[in-house]
């Protein structure tokens, strides 16, 4: 960390497609800039990251065909040559090609797209995984001849109240909602939320007001309103809008979806027509206008972070390899380049 007080933040990367691994930054407070400080490629295709809550442990899937999880101490950005240190031998995760993992109740979760399941690792007391504790995998199939054949889970978290386990599968157009029983270490299934046949839903994202949660769908570009009750562990889609505008010729395939900390604003990135969708909420929350695109900056978008301060987006572009950054309007929602960042086959921006 530099003299400044700059915060940080880590870029995963395919190194199959020419990337670097994980790439550990600085960001300027005041600009939004990052700056290289080291990089590890001790892992195949980390290709989602994600920090544990004290930022001292980084976690990263495997993303390749036999399927792995690692964590990485980030203690050593600070100093060195800046690159996150692996803490022990990446764990199997018993699934194909995992595509996102989440951390909660002292296990890391992932998500296993080829394979369709998720997978349940304890973490030890250094914070390193163990081996899998269980395995959950899912069945179906969806309308498209290609992308549904099967099941295809392509993102795992927690709801905000840490309670509930939600897992989007674009393979099977749902969305599968579990409880996770920590003492025997696997996931405890509660119910299935169909959504429209052949959306092909990839990512979602909860309001801060944790009512109301959002579907991002990869192959159709629109955005799925959903209601949320923590209570009951149920979600309801209650609408569906475009993340493209009418007319637009070129395909779009959605990636990631952001909502803003005031919760007026949804954020959605678009692979192919390589743009970031502005949304704006109406006052229930449960209706959204698509405001207008933004150009991301580069080509194939893969995801979109917001920072900690809610004032910038950064889009990892995957096909270009970069990073952009964004500030937001606060008025308008609507984000306008500042500046990016060269990061070969980006695939992913963490803070922490």
């Known amino acids: 960390m530099s003299g400044r007080n700059d915060g940080r933040a880590f870029i995963g990367s395919f190194t199959s497609a020419g990337g670097r691994g994980i790439t ?3 960001v300027d407070p005041e600009t939004g800039a990052l700056t290289e400080r080291g ?13 544990a809550p004290d930022g ?16 990485f101490r980030t203690a050593a950005a600070e100093a060195g040559d800046g690159a996150p240190r ?18 909660t109740a002292g296990h890391l979760l ?12 304890p973490v030890g007391a250094d914070g390193a995984p163990r081996p899998a504790s269980g395995v959950t995998s899912h069945e179906g199939s969806g309308p498209h001849p290609d992308r549904q054949r099967g099941p295809h889970a392509h993102q795992v978290l927690t709801d905000p109240t840490g309670r509930w386990i939600l897992t989007t599968d674009l393979g099977t157009d749902s969305v599968r909602i579990s409880t996770l029983d920590a003492g025997v270490g696997e996931l405890v299934p509660h119910t299935e939320i169909p959504l429209r046949p052949g959306s092909g839903p990839r990512h979602l994202a909860f309001h801060p ?11 159709e570009p629109t955005l799925t309103l959903c209601l949320w009750d923590a209570e009951r562990g149920q979600l309801e889609p209650v609408g569906e809008v475009p993340v493209l505008p009418d007319g637009v010729d070129a395909e779009g395939f959605g990636s990631e979806v952001v909502v803003s900390h005031d919760g007026r604003f949804v954020w959605a990135a678009v692979r192919g027509h390589d743009s970031i969708a ?6 229930t929350y449960e209706k959204a206008e698509l405001v207008t695109t933004v150009d991301c900056g580069g080509r194939w978008p893969r995801d979109l972070a917001l920072d900690p301060t809610g004032g910038r987006l950064y889009a990892a572009n995957e096909h270009s390899g970069d990073v952009t950054w964004f500030d937001v309007d606060p008025e308008t929602g609507i984000p306008v380049r500042a500046g990016s960042l060269a990061a070969p086959a980006a695939s992913c921006v963490v803070f922490g």
């Open 209 to 219: 007001g944790g009512g109301h949660a959002y579907v991002l769908n990869e192959l």
């Open 39 to 51: 990089v590890t490629d001790a892992v195949a295709n980390p290709s989602y990251l994600a920090p």
């Open 24 to 26: 550990a930054v600085t």
């Open 110 to 121: 992932t998500a296993n797209y080829s394979s369709g399941s998720v997978t349940v690792l």
């Open 86 to 103: 692996l803490l022990a031998e990446p764990v199997p995760v018993g699934g194909a090609d995992p595509t996102h993992l989440t951390l």
């Open 278 to 283: 502005v949304l704006a909420l109406d006052a």
């Open 56 to 71: 001292s442990v980084l976690y990263a899937v495997s993303e390749t065909g036999e399927g792995a999880a690692a964590a």
